[in-house]
Antibody, heavy 124, light 106 residues
Framework: QVQLQESGPGLVKPSETLSLTCTVSGGSISSYYWSWIRQPAGKGLEWIGRIYSSGSTNYNPSLKSRVTMSVDTSKNQFSLNLNSVTAADAAVYFC??????????????????WGKGTTVTVSS | SYELTQSPSVSVYPGQTASITCSGDKLGDKYACWYQQKPGQSPVLVIYQDSKRPSGIPERFSGSNSGNTATLTISGTQAMDEADYYCQVWDSSTGVFGGGTKLTVL
């Protein structure tokens, strides 16, 4: 079955760029949307954005100016860059597979496979 | 931006039915899904497209969505169902989560 694994630095300095990669195993990255979600300690889930295997993206408006997502189909990986980080960006970051489409006139979007998450601390 | 509202907490005795609600403007015109998250774990999808259960999710989990409210119902609640539950929809090219509901099994 499909498995996702986040990787990247666990510590990022303020004002620098957070960079994470999600590696997809057990299946192809093609023909799916892939999402990033974060969760500050003790708080709820926050949607960061999604990327299709072709590279098209949607971002959370509150983060859009600082977020870039990319996909590398040859490596079955997708990535998140978040620049100009502050302490407010400290969180557990999850990647997830996100089936999406239209049925019976309504658009569906949900996340059915999640990585285990990686903790990012922002500190100098 | 679109907002989803969930009660912070719900309590239920074992064997009883738990109802967790999610409210939003004309929510019934969108597909809702639900995630279960236990401490220190990743979220798990329990309901998608309002009422569909992914493979491996027990039949005691069910969902509905109409008007301004989506509801996750857990029939015959078990101790293992104690967790945080989040609703989520897609609106204006953005994923939106509710604030989460902590389900306590007394």
């Amino acid at each position: 079955q499909v498995q996702l694994q986040e990787s990247g630095p666990g510590l990022v300095k303020p004002s620098e760029t957070l960079s994470l990669t999600c590696t997809v195993s057990g299946g192809s990255i093609s023909s799916y949307y892939w999402s990033w979600i974060r969760q500050p300690a003790g708080k709820g889930l926050e949607w960061i954005g999604r990327i299709y295997s072709s590279g098209s993206t949607n971002y959370n408006p509150s983060l859009k100016s600082r977020v870039t997502m990319s996909v590398d189909t040859s490596k079955n990986q997708f990535s998140l860059n978040l620049n100009s980080v502050t302490a407010a960006d400290a969180a557990v970051y999850f990647c997830a597979r996100a089936p999406s489409g239209t049925t019976t006139g309504y658009y569906y979007y949900y996340m059915d496979v999640w990585g285990k998450g990686t903790t990012v601390t922002v500190s100098s | 931006s679109y907002e989803l509202t969930q009660s912070p907490s719900v309590s239920v005795y074992p064997g009883q039915t738990a109802s967790i609600t999610c409210s939003g403007d004309k929510l019934g015109d969108k597909y809702a899904c639900w995630y279960q998250q236990k401490p220190g774990q990743s979220p798990v999808l329990v309901i998608y497209q309002d009422s569909k259960r992914p493979s491996g999710i027990p039949e005691r989990f069910s969902g509905s969505n109409s008007g301004n409210t989506a509801t996750l119902t857990i029939s015959g609640t078990q101790a293992m169902d104690e967790a945080d539950y989040y609703c989520q929809v897609w609106d204006s090219s953005t994923g939106v989560f509710g604030g989460g509901t902590k389900l306590t099994v007394l």
